[in-house]
């Protein structure tokens, strides 16, 4: 495994607490996978028989309806894992997994780590951290669902990408589009609508990169109240 990767990992929430000695040992037998863009990582319903932690690149999670809509559930990447909770219960995938742009994932075999698990439970933190972060994630995600506006949730994906928390500056997109929008709980044309709403905001998006003129009027903006411009 290369050293940057290797780094990576060992500062991923989900090793960065965990002892030494089990990182050594669970580093050592992982390997790294290279994945093209649209590859498939896991399908919905497989054994989850590894936890991954995103080298390079942007991975999807997703489940797909009975109606065949695909509903996005998280994206992830660099130092970002997933597959965590359910690999180590044995179980199968309750999502799909895909890569959304070229990437590279740090593959860690879950019946290590449930083993190493059981003989030191001491390594339970770095689990409990991780699946906290998720949990905490989907709570930001049905809050943001609940209280704001379409064009607030893009304001707010922007703003997390943002490289500076103050003054003018530009935000690459991570990946297109369509899946900017199922990540948000929107459609297509919705993120349309949501992007030509926020040049009024100080946004304007340039094919795949957004310039924000003042990042704290936009969180300004994110903060807003959308129920207040009935009281107005």
């Not at 999807?60 to 809509?69: D, E, I, N």
């Not at 130092?79 to 219960?89: K, T």
């Not at 490289?163 to 297109?176: F, N």
Request: hydrophobic share 45%; with cysteine.
């Amino acid at each position: 495994m290369r050293k940057d990767f290797e780094q990576i990992a060992r500062q991923s929430m989900l090793l960065s607490n965990a002892p030494e000695p089990l990182v050594d040992s669970l580093l050592e037998h992982a390997h790294v996978t290279h994945h093209a863009r649209g590859e498939t990582i896991f399908l919905q319903e497989e054994l989850a028989d590894a936890i991954y932690i995103v080298a390079d690149g942007w991975v999807k999670l997703y489940r797909m309806a009975p109606s065949g809509t695909e509903a996005v559930v998280g994206t992830f990447t660099r130092g970002h894992s997933f597959g965590e909770a359910v690999a180590l219960r044995a179980a199968r995938y309750p999502v799909s997994a895909e890569a959304v742009t070229e990437c590279e994932l740090i593959r860690l075999d879950a019946a290590l780590f449930l083993r190493l698990l059981q003989e030191n439970p001491s390594i339970a933190v770095s689990m409990l951290t991780a699946t906290y972060a998720h949990l905490r994630n989907l709570v930001e995600q049905v809050e943001q669902l609940k209280s704001q506006t379409g064009p607030q949730r893009v304001a707010e994906f922007l703003l997390d990408l943002a490289p500076s928390k103050t003054g003018r500056c530009e935000v690459t997109l991570p990946y297109d589009k369509v899946l900017i929008a199922g990540r948000l709980g929107m459609k297509p044309e919705s993120l349309s609508r949501a992007f030509g709403k926020l040049k009024s905001k100080g946004v304007a998006i340039r094919q795949n990169a957004a310039v924000i003129e003042d990042v704290e009027a936009l969180r300004a903006y994110t903060e807003d109240d959308p129920a207040a411009a009935w009281t107005r």
